[in-house]
């Protein structure tokens, strides 16, 4: 699919909305889909006329992919994303002579119901998402215009935007929302109106970044390949359908601008019999590969969101995927307190639960970095040798990708280990109906029992609010009408040595433990949403 000019919402700017997103890339797109399904008013605001017609971001995980899920954009574009595929799981670390070091296992099994590691062209998904933003009710998408400066009015819990056509920046107006979402990027502009400082993790490297069509066909053993050359250390990976990716460190004795330069591109790709008859080259350029977060997500009503809030080189193809957790975290706390179903209280977590799970990613990238690239000699060879022999150990099994639970202060209820990470997705059947669980009983606030009917302890009272809050129960112990086909579930609950649990919308267990504890777990969930700080 090529992508198109941006189609233009064609409405004037409204004065008074629910939200306002600046920056309408994937992060604020997704966000304002779900806001406007759930009944919010809300208008993106993007500077550039166009979308970028250019890839950038190019694999997504599993917990990703349900998060589109939900927001219904797999039901028909699920062909836009290519699966982790290679013999030894997907993810590669290979010295200068192409001998193999590590694997890390993107093959594995996922909880979320996909694939665990995905290839796509991002100006196809965002074509996807700015067409649902478009048709969701409540939304408007205003290209061309341009954030300058906000003030917030805490007595009335208001914000007031001021944007301007960017092609005209003296032509100012105004926008009242009671919330302001700063999705604008590394280098954003509501995160310097707000003052916000950022975190650094000291890893700082430059790489260019090449992206090309292969016209004939090739073979690769892994998704991911990490050449750990101190000659030229070196990435190759799967872009999406018909697509690849290399990417090449910027070693010391070449400068950025010839680094940059297509002729550069095309001569480290040689090794690897990527020329120009055998490819043709869709993009290059150089970028410098950091780890950074915000120091604070939310100062009063406004927010920040995606690179605003957090960057990571991109070793473990975590960018994007962290962008869209902050689009679900942030957007089913919007939609409950705008209805009156929780206090706003909700937002003191927000920032502390996505800091303490980027930060945990980031400095998994940035160590693998650290690894990929080691330009000294000596201390390459030493790091090969000791890869090399912890492979060989039999008894050592295949990486997996990091795990990382919510960071504290969370909206979770103490239950051993569990509170706080991802809960399962499997495949079920109801009746003549075989699908992914969300997909056939809903998403939102699941009440999942492993042992009987999740309602059947609850009084009348607590399972209409369950209801009322957009909850879903299900017995999956195969004893009524849902089964659960593949065995997904009763793995997850042995592995958690636990019968029920309580997640959240963003797919995190709010609670876990015994059936019997299910009247706790809804009544602390009422606490919570009423008033978290107690």
């Given at each position: 699919?090529?992508?198109?000019?941006?189609?233009?919402?064609?409405?004037?700017?409204?004065?008074?909305?629910?939200?306002?997103?600046?920056?309408?890339?994937?992060?604020?797109?997704?966000?304002?889909?779900?806001?406007?399904?759930?009944?919010?008013?809300?208008?993106?605001?993007?500077?550039?006329?166009?979308?970028?017609?250019?890839?950038?971001?190019?694999?997504?995980?599993?917990?990703?992919?349900?998060?589109?899920?939900?927001?219904?954009?797999?039901?028909?574009?699920?062909?836009?994303f290519e699966p982790s595929q290679g013999e030894r799981g997907g993810y590669e670390f290979r010295n200068?002579?192409?001998?193999?070091?590590?694997?890390?296992?993107?093959?594995?099994?996922?909880?979320?119901?996909?694939?665990?590691?995905?290839?796509?062209?991002?100006?196809?998904?965002?074509?996807?998402?700015?067409?649902?933003?478009?048709?969701?009710?409540?939304?408007?998408?205003?290209?061309?215009?341009?954030?300058?400066?906000?003030?917030?009015?805490?007595?009335?819990?208001?914000?007031?935007?001021?944007?301007?056509?960017?092609?005209?920046?003296?032509?100012?107006?105004?926008?009242?929302?009671?919330?302001?979402?700063?999705?604008?990027?590394?280098?954003?502009?509501?995160?310097?109106?707000?003052?916000?400082?950022?975190?650094?993790?000291?890893?700082?490297?430059?790489?260019?970044?090449?992206?090309?069509?292969?016209?004939?066909?090739?073979?690769?053993?892994?998704?991911?390949?990490?050449?750990?050359?101190?000659?030229?250390?070196?990435?190759?990976?799967n872009s999406g359908p018909g697509r690849r990716r290399f990417e090449f460190m910027r070693r010391a004795?070449?400068?950025?601008?010839?680094?940059?330069?297509?002729?550069?591109?095309?001569?480290?790709?040689?090794?690897?019999?990527?020329?120009?008859?055998?490819?043709?080259?869709?993009?290059?350029?150089?970028?410098?590969?950091?780890?950074?977060?915000?120091?604070?997500?939310?100062?009063?009503?406004?927010?920040?969101?995606?690179?605003?809030?957090?960057?990571?080189?991109?070793?473990?193809?975590?960018?994007?995927?962290?962008?869209?957790?902050?689009?679900?975290?942030?957007?089913?706390?919007?939609?409950?307190?705008?209805?009156?179903?929780?206090?706003?209280?909700?937002?003191?977590?927000?920032g502390p639960e996505r800091t303490g799970h980027v930060r945990e990613i980031i400095d998994e990238a940035?160590?693998?970095?650290?690894?990929?690239?080691?330009?000294?000699?000596?201390?390459?060879?030493?790091?090969?040798?000791?890869?090399?022999?912890?492979?060989?150990?039999?008894?050592?099994?295949?990486?997996?990708?990091?795990?990382?639970?919510?960071?504290?202060?969370?909206?979770?209820?103490?239950?051993?280990?569990?509170?706080?990470?991802?809960?399962?997705?499997?495949?079920?059947?109801?009746?003549?109906?075989?699908?992914?669980?969300?997909?056939?009983?809903?998403?939102?606030?699941?009440?999942?029992?492993?042992?009987?009917?999740?309602?059947?302890?609850?009084?009348?009272?607590?399972?209409?609010?369950?209801?009322?809050?957009?909850?879903?129960?299900?017995?999956?112990?195969?004893?009524?009408?849902?089964?659960?086909?593949?065995?997904?579930?009763?793995?997850?609950?042995?592995?958690?040595?636990?019968?029920?649990?309580?997640?959240?919308?963003?797919?995190?267990?709010?609670?876990?433990?015994?059936?019997?504890?299910?009247?706790?777990?809804?009544?602390?969930?009422?606490?919570?949403?009423?008033?978290?700080?107690?």
């Amino acid at each position: 699919m090529t992508p198109q000019p941006a189609p233009h919402s064609g409405a004037p700017l409204r004065p008074v909305v629910d939200v306002v997103i600046i920056g309408g890339g994937p992060v604020g797109l997704l966000t304002a889909v779900f806001l406007g399904r759930a009944g919010l008013q809300v208008s993106v605001v993007e500077r550039w006329p166009q979308r970028y017609p250019l890839p950038r971001a190019c694999t997504i995980d599993h917990e990703a992919l349900r998060i589109l899920q939900a927001a219904g954009l797999m039901a028909d574009h699920a062909d836009l994303f290519e699966p982790s595929q290679g013999e030894r799981g997907g993810y590669e670390f290979r010295n200068g002579e192409g001998e193999l070091l590590q694997a890390i296992d993107w093959n594995r099994v996922a909880e979320s119901g996909w694939a665990n590691t995905n290839g796509f062209y991002q100006p196809e998904l965002e074509a996807v998402l700015e067409d649902m933003a478009l048709a969701t009710p409540g939304v408007t998408v205003h290209r061309g215009w341009t954030f300058q400066s906000l003030e917030q009015d805490r007595g009335n819990e208001q914000v007031s935007v001021q944007v301007a056509p960017t092609e005209q920046p003296d032509e100012t107006e105004r926008i009242r929302a009671r919330w302001l979402i700063g999705a604008d990027g590394a280098n954003s502009a509501v995160r310097s109106a707000l003052d916000i400082g950022v975190g650094d993790s000291g890893f700082e490297a430059d790489w260019l970044v090449v992206d090309y069509q292969p016209l004939a066909e090739e073979k690769w053993s892994a998704f991911v390949t990490q050449y750990c050359d101190p000659a030229q250390p070196a990435t190759a990976v799967n872009s999406g359908p018909g697509r690849r990716r290399f990417e090449f460190m910027r070693r010391a004795d070449m400068t950025v601008e010839e680094l940059g330069r297509e002729s550069t591109a095309w001569r480290l790709m040689a090794p690897w019999g990527v020329t120009p008859q055998t490819a043709r080259l869709e993009r290059h350029a150089v970028y410098t590969f950091r780890g950074r977060w915000a120091h604070s997500w939310r100062e009063g009503n406004v927010f920040l969101a995606g690179d605003a809030a957090h960057l990571m080189p991109p070793f473990l193809g975590q960018g994007l995927c962290a962008g869209l957790r902050d689009a679900r975290a942030l957007s089913w706390r919007l939609g409950m307190v705008h209805h009156g179903l929780a206090a706003s209280d909700v937002f003191d977590t927000y920032g502390p639960e996505r800091t303490g799970h980027v930060r945990e990613i980031i400095d998994e990238a940035v160590a693998a970095g650290r690894v990929i690239c080691e330009l000294d000699v000596d201390r390459a060879a030493a790091r090969d040798a000791e890869m090399k022999r912890r492979s060989l150990d039999p008894d050592a099994a295949t990486r997996e990708p990091p795990h990382p639970r919510l960071g504290e202060p969370s909206l979770t209820v103490g239950s051993g280990s569990t509170e706080g990470r991802l809960a399962p997705q499997g495949r079920i059947r109801i009746a003549d109906w075989v699908g992914l669980f969300d997909d056939v009983v809903g998403g939102g606030w699941q009440l999942i029992s492993r042992v009987g009917d999740p309602t059947e302890h609850l009084d009348d009272e607590d399972t209409s609010w369950f209801w009322q809050i957009g909850g879903v129960v299900a017995d999956v112990s195969g004893a009524r009408a849902v089964k659960d086909l593949d065995g997904d579930y009763d793995r997850w609950f042995a592995a958690h040595d636990c019968e029920a649990f309580l997640a959240r919308p963003d797919f995190y267990v709010f609670a876990a433990g015994r059936h019997s504890d299910i009247p706790r777990f809804v009544t602390l969930l009422r606490q919570a949403l009423a008033s978290p700080s107690a």
